[in-house]
């Protein structure tokens, strides 16, 4: 849990503004502050569980809410459970406290906004995550009659990212060495000429590809050299950036499409997952079809499935000219299917 923070409650507030996750609304997960749980007073004395509503990545499902209604020897309870649409870490921050603030200009009512952050390192896709619980005396409850209730949230995207970066790390920060390349003892140099010193050891500790390269009587093994002609400068600095460090600063500024084929050529794992992190916070209707196949040919599993999702949501984008570019018939026909689903 990291240190709480506060939501300021809005004057003016409605189940339709953007940061209200409500019902099938598509609140986008990066702009989610308020939940708001429709009809709570009389919820409260018909304990069930209720679904609450999403938030979405463009039209991509991201997080789904719930809630379940208590009534214990005169205690109201109110638990509030999230379900994530993807494997994979995230941090969502939320109110832990019962105290109500009543808007008086209005009918809403909010729960003080004292935030804390709670982690899911690793949850698998769909699985339903206890957030918090809150309890309420019947003269509360009462007070909820004909009221709007809102409870506060927030997802930690940058915690998201630290907690993506942590998973796929390496043990120890070797970037010194890429930048004085001390004790180097092979060389790889990328399409324009530009000559990178390297260690083999670090190289085959990353890559089976570079293992195998290293240990049998290979061309490169021989002469310590390899060229890269089909590789640019910049792709190959942010490739051997992960290696030596196990992350890369500024992946935002790298061509992250030309990395994952990298990542899949030279069988690098962390790699390989952090692009199709970036590029699943990227996707959009506009590069979906161009992302799936991307996706199929470099054995990106988790973004195809994302992609796939996307275009089902959004069928228009078939009818792109795009769509009839696809040079795999067996992709084509996979797609097809899966929007017959």
């Known amino acids: 849990m990291s240190e709480e923070t506060s939501i300021s409650s809005p004057s003016v507030i409605t189940p ?42 463009e039209d991509v499902a991201d997080y789904w809410f719930q809630y379940k209604t208590d009534l214990i020897s005169g205690v109201f309870l109110l638990h509030i459970f999230v379900l994530n649409r993807n494997d994979g870490p995230f941090s969502v921050a939320i109110t832990t406290t019962n105290v109500m603030e009543f808007e008086k200009k209005s009918s809403c009512v909010f729960l003080q906004s004292s935030l804390k952050e709670f982690k899911f390192p690793k949850v698998k896709e769909l699985k339903q995550n206890y957030l918090a619980t809150f309890s309420f005396k019947e003269i509360d409850v009462e007070l909820l009659k004909g009221k709007q209730f809102y409870i506060p949230i927030t997802f930690i995207v940058n915690e998201l990212d630290d907690e993506l970066v942590e998973r796929v790390k390496s043990k120890h920060d070797f970037g010194y060495l890429l930048k004085e390349p001390l004790c180097s003892d092979f060389t790889i140099e990328a399409s324009d000429g530009y000559k990178f010193q390297v260690h083999q050891a670090l190289l085959a500790e990353s890559s089976e590809v570079f293992k195998a390269m290293f240990k049998d009587e290979t061309a490169e093994s021989q002469r310590r050299y390899l060229k890269l002609s089909d ?32 990542a899949d050529q030279f069988n690098l794992g962390g790699l390989h997952d952090l692009c199709q992190y970036v590029l699943t916070q990227h996707l959009s209707t506009d590069n979906a079809l161009e992302t799936l196949q991307y996706a199929d040919f470099y054995n990106a599993g988790f973004l195809k499935k994302a992609t796939l999702k996307m275009i089902r949501n959004n069928k228009d984008i078939i009818k792109s000219s795009m769509f009839k570019e696809l040079k795999s018939v067996e992709l084509a026909r996979e797609l097809c299917e899966y929007l017959a689903l």
């Open 16 to 57: 339709e503004h953007p940061s209200v996750v409500y019902s099938y609304k598509t609140t986008q997960t990066n702009n989610a502050r308020w939940l708001y749980l429709e009809d709570i007073y009389q919820k409260f004395y018909r304990p069930y569980i209720y679904d609450l509503g999403g938030t979405y990545i």
């Open 231 to 262: 590789v640019s400068k910049e792709d190959l600095q942010c490739v051997l950036e992960f290696i030596y460090t196990g992350t890369i600063a500024e992946v935002e500024n790298c061509n992250i499409f030309n990395i994952l084929q990298l």
